[in-house]
């Protein structure tokens, strides 16, 4: 069965070429919306007061992203008892929003008297930037070889999503590094932080997009490796 799947020849005589192309496309599709979602929300960390820090009845806490800050303050009732720490942001409360001045005015922010690294930080940005336009070549050129069967720019789109997935989990990392230094620039208010939902949609686009790449790489080479080895397991069967 498998062995038919892959061998399926298209009108270039290449050999699973639609099987592979399917799995690659999905893949770059995924990895696309993933991103998109991720670099477009303010959740990728979440900063968090002690519970009881203020008083009894209300507590605060912060999440941003690449672009914009807020700061939430949450009802300890409606707080999990075994959680020490104020949130989660999901709890209802009122929050206050704004957007960062790195990009404008070049100003630092500052959380619960805590002072961003803005190099750091600015860094992360365009390195997801660039990672997003990266991906968008990609696409376009992936778009191109499929719907005009024009091989030549599947390895274009192997470069593209490989660096794009690359330098999207380099832009984690040194975000992550951006909160460490935001942390340790005042130790008056106690902070517990951790990384949410957007960065794992990020890390997992990262990691789709470098498998897509690397699909249509087999799609690029001039013989395609499945091909010799579904051939071989068939010549023995017979």
């Given amino acids: 069965m498998w062995s038919n799947l892959f061998l399926q020849q298209d009108e270039d005589g290449r050999v699973g070429t639609a099987a592979l192309g399917g799995v690659g496309s999905k893949g770059g599709r995924s990895g696309v919306t993933l991103m998109v979602l991720g670099m477009g929300t303010e959740f990728w960390v979440e900063l968090s007061q002690p519970k009881h820090f203020r008083n009894n009845q209300t507590c605060e806490m912060a999440h941003y992203g690449l672009w914009k800050s807020c700061v939430r303050t949450l009802w300890v009732s409606d707080i999990d008892p075994e959680r020490e720490s104020c949130g989660p942001a999901e709890l209802p409360g009122e929050s206050n929003c704004t957007f960062f001045k790195f990009y404008t005015s070049g100003e630092n922010a500052v959380i619960f008297k805590k002072t961003t690294e803005k190099s750091l930080h600015i860094a992360g940005a365009m390195l997801a930037l660039l990672s997003l336009f990266l991906m968008i070549m990609g696409s376009v050129c992936i778009t191109m070889s ?62 789709i997009l470098i498998f897509g790449g690397l699909m249509f790489l087999l799609l690029s080479l001039p013989y395609n490796p499945l091909e010799k080895c579904f051939r071989q397991q068939s010549s023995s069967d017979a």
């Fill in 146 to 207: 499929l719907s005009k069967s024009v091989p030549f720019f599947l390895k274009p789109a192997t470069i593209c999503f490989v660096f794009s997935g690359i330098l999207v989990l380099l832009s984690i990392i040194i975000f992550h590094q951006s909160v460490l230094a935001l942390l340790a620039s005042d130790h008056s208010i106690p902070l517990h932080h951790e990384l949410s939902w957007s960065v794992a949609c990020l890390g997992s686009a990262g990691a």
